[in-house]
Structure formats: structure tokens, C-alpha cells
């Protein structure tokens, strides 16, 4: 992995990064996230892959993302898709289930002792 540009933007609480990786298939954003979050000593969930781009027949990628200094100032500058928002709904829907489940089963038991 080289580092092609850095630009700290300060207004945004980010650094703007290019780089460019040698990789025999194209990466995955998860797999680029994990090596920018230790290259950048950040944690994964601050940075933003924007792009991955190829020449063709190439086996040289260029990564266009952002890492940001901290989660808030990610939540707060960028945008969330209705994908997103529809995913994050799902998955609070799913944990007060699990909590309203965990809730009668534990009543069932203390019936059940009395």
C-alpha cells in the first residue's frame, strides 16, 4: 500500500486519502478499511471508502477514501442512504424483540418458582 495524497481537512475533522494497492483480484472496501484503520491508527467504523479504481489489465488499484478523526464528526458531515436507514431500523426492530423476548421468558420463570 502506497500513499499517493494526504490532505488533513480540518474544517471536516478528516484526512482525504489516496493511495494505491497491487493486488492480484480487486479489494474488498471491508479488506481496505481494515488496512487504512491500521495504517491510520483509527478505528474501522471512522472511515469511508469512496472509490476503488483500475486500469484495465492492470493489477494496480487506486483507493480513494476518508478518515475521520472520530464516529461524531463522521454522523455529522456525512450522508446516510435509505439503505442505511432501513438496515439500522431493522437491526433496532431486531434487538427490542430479543429484549422483549428476554423479558417474558424471564417472567414465565419466575411464575413457574412461585
Do not use: C, W
Request: charged share 45%.
Amino acid at each position: 500500500m502506497n500513499l499517493i495524497k494526504e490532505f488533513d481537512n480540518k474544517l471536516l475533522h478528516r484526512k482525504e486519502v489516496v493511495i494505491s494497492l497491487n493486488s492480484e483480484k480487486t479489494p474488498s472496501k471491508a479488506d481496505i478499511t481494515k488496512e487504512l484503520a491500521k495504517n491510520f491508527k483509527s478505528a474501522e467504523e471512522s472511515i469511508i471508502v469512496e472509490k476503488i479504481e483500475s486500469k484495465f489489465g492492470k493489477k494496480e488499484f487506486t483507493v480513494y477514501a476518508k478518515v475521520y478523526h472520530d464516529l461524531a464528526s463522521k454522523n455529522k458531515y456525512e450522508t446516510v442512504t435509505r439503505k442505511e436507514k432501513k438496515k439500522r431500523a431493522e437491526e433496532a426492530k431486531k434487538l427490542e424483540d430479543e429484549a422483549k423476548k428476554a423479558v417474558e421468558e424471564k417472567q414465565k420463570q419466575e411464575e413457574a418458582v412461585e
